[in-house]
Every structure is written in C-alpha cells, then in structure tokens.
C-alpha cells in the first residue's frame, strides 16, 4: 500500500494498476487486493487467481497479462468481466474463433524491445484490422508495451522501447 501511494504521488492523473503475480510472490491474492483497494486495477497471471478475486467481490479492473490460451479461459473471462492481453498470432486466433457472451476489454500488446510477448511491429497493423473487424466481441480496445528493463540507470533502453512504441502508436499502423 506504501509503494502504491508512492507510486500515485508522482504520476498525479495517471492510473495506476497493481502488478500481483504468483499469489503476490506468497503474500496471498486475497491480501494483496486489500492492501491495493486504492489501485485502479490488479493485473494478474493466472486466471483462477482472477476469478478468486471477483468472487470474492474485488469490483473494478482485472487484467489477465498472458490473456487466454483456451476457450475455457475466453469464457471465464467474459463471465467474471475480466480485461485481457493479446500478445501472439495464436491467441487472436483462438479470440476469433471463440463466441462471447459479452464483449472484453482487450489490451493489443506489442514487442518493442522486451522480446518475450508481443506482436512484432511489421504485425502490428495486422492484428489490428483483425481486432477491429471484431468490433461485437471488444469493448475496449488499448494497446500496450513490455518495458524490458527497470533497472538502467540512464534509461537508454526504455526511450528506445518507449520511442518504437510511439511510432507504432502514431505512425497509422494502430490507427
């Protein structure tokens, strides 16, 4: 709770969503949400830890950060109100092929340096014309990035990412 106040003081407006991976690194989903009531939204992994979460009357925001991989998981989602990454050819696929009861808050998330998830940016334009001819399955549609490093000290590498991200974002190819 004291890091996130911290975190709010110097980014005023901005909103900000708590990271809660990996039962919060042991401290417990349950626990850690109560000690992020203030964050505008948790993002998590595992979508048990998710519906856990709702079930247990966590209201607003839940991003799934590896989005669904089945569409078991593209139905939970839907069910519990639950935001999802996209980040790979395969899982737009499986969103195209999978009917939803309701639409989805969807996060378009591209490789800008991170190397691990991501659509690469010559497939940015693509995946997008795809997510927009689904216009009755998204809700919302954001796109998003990976920074690769919180640790450098001069910050070379994320104005690199973040400069590749402006580019994608502003050039009409997520037009």
């Known amino acids: 709770a004291h890091n996130l106040d911290i975190a709010r003081s110097v980014t005023p407006g901005a909103r900000t969503w ?3 991976k990996a039962n919060a690194y042991g401290h417990g989903v349950l626990t850690a949400a ?7 939204g948790l993002a998590l992994i ?7 979460l709702r079930e247990s009357g966590w209201k607003k925001p839940i991003l799934l950060l590896e989005g ?7 139905h939970a989602a839907a069910e519990h109100r ?3 990454v996209i980040h790979s050819d395969e899982q737009l696929s499986e969103f195209e092929a999978t009917p939803l009861a309701r639409k989805l808050d969807v ?3 591209f490789n800008t340096g991170m190397n691990r998830l991501g659509f690469r940016p010559s497939a940015a334009q693509s995946a997008l014309q795809r997510l927009d001819a689904l216009g009755d399955r998204v809700l919302d549609l954001r796109l998003m990035t990976h920074f690769a490093s919180a640790d450098e000290r001069d910050g070379a590498q994320t104005r690199q990412q973040l400069s ?3 580019v994608l974002t502003q050039s009409g190819a997520a037009a």
């Not at 109560?34 to 505008?40: I, K, S, V």
């Not at 669904?68 to 593209?74: A, G, H, P, R, T």
Request: with cysteine; net charge negative; glycine share 0%.
């Open 46 to 52: 595992e979508i048990e830890n998710a519906i856990r």
């Open 68 to 74: 669904c991989f089945s569409s078991l998981d593209w």
């Open 18 to 20: 708590a990271v809660v």
């Open 34 to 40: 109560d000690a992020f009531r203030n964050a505008d």
């Open 164 to 166: 590749r991200f402006d």
């Open 82 to 84: 639950l935001s999802v």
């Open 107 to 109: 996060f378009l998330k």
